[in-house]
């Protein structure tokens, strides 16, 4: 099991944009942005990490927000440690919240059981990585990447390679894309790296 962990709300959801994680341990009361608003964010991706609230709230008002907000469980302070513990297994288990093969972002669909994308019903002919590269970016849709992160998720530790692939990629990509009528679908957000809105 790797743990990461963040100092505030904010460097919450970087991390949370930048890597898939199963399980998250969420605090209510963060700094910078509270738990309320990480749950917000996270609440509408295509796929979710399950999200264990802790909470020094103990009204069920509380509970019934948070988990109405997307939380999968929500447990109050004080509590043992063991049973934080035997929560985040339990979380671990259960099956992914992806109910369907299909990640969609308006005209672009893709199937990843077959690994096939269409562009408005048209299959789109991608290699390994540019396939790879646009099933990451849809499945963090909203969220922007940068070149670093990217790297990081579609290239081994130990590859020769440099992060400024990502750019060709992104190029090659692109123009497959405009070729099947979708000139439109990554955005680049200068200084910040790129999204599908």
Not at 64 to 88: N, S, T, W
Request: charged share 25%; net charge negative; glycine share 6%.
């Amino acid at each position: 099991m790797v743990v990461e962990t963040a100092a505030d709300g904010a460097e919450a959801l970087v991390q949370l944009g930048n890597s898939p994680f199963d399980v998250v341990v969420l605090d209510l009361v963060m700094p910078r942005v509270d738990g309320r608003e990480v749950l917000q964010h996270t609440r509408n991706w295509q796929v979710k990490p399950r999200i264990l609230v802790l909470s020094a709230r103990d009204q069920i008002a509380d509970r019934v927000e948070a988990l109405d907000l997307g939380a999968d469980d929500y447990l109050v302070k004080p509590f043992a440690f063991d049973e934080v513990r035997a929560r985040i297994q339990a979380l671990g288990r259960r099956p992914s919240h992806e109910a369907s093969p299909l990640l969609e972002a308006g005209e672009l669909c893709i199937d990843t059981s077959a690994r096939v994308v269409r562009a408005k019903g048209a299959t789109v002919a991608l290699t390994p990585k540019e396939y790879a590269l646009l099933e990451l970016l849809v499945r963090r849709r909203g969220h922007t990447m940068n070149r670093a992160a990217i790297f990081e998720q579609l290239y081994r530790s130990d590859s020769e390679a440099s992060d400024s692939v990502i750019e060709a990629l992104l190029s090659t990509l692109r123009s497959k894309l405009a070729r099947a009528g979708l000139d439109d679908v990554i955005q680049t957000r200068r200084g910040f790296g790129y999204v599908i809105p």
